[in-house]
């Protein structure tokens, strides 16, 4: 099953920054939009932003100003998200969800994200 793979989390302290991975492995399948949410313990998961391969980037109110989707560049099914000014409450799994024309959708395993001092 295709699936993406994200990477980057890990422990950041307060107003620090992370750039969050998320790459498909099998560059043959035509990937044509992909999207990090993230899920704090207790709470749904939430969107942050998405992709098109045109470039169309959306963001959600929670991370206009701090987090960045960027990607698909050169062809390659892949996007990243900077993530600015970290606060605590951005503590959560960071997920990274595909669509694609000729293996379905999927989501990652999730990456790991704490803000701490």
Partial sequence: QVQPVESGGGLVQPGGSL???????????????MAWYRQAPGKEREFLASLLNSGYAVHSKSAEGRFTISGFKGG????????????ADDTAIYFCYMQSKDAGNAWGQGTQVTVSS
């Fill in 19 to 33: 750039r969050l991975s998320c790459v498909v492995p099998e560059s043959h399948v035509n990937v044509y939009y």
């Fill in 76 to 87: 390659d099914n892949s996007v990243f998200l900077q993530m600015n000014r970290l606060r």
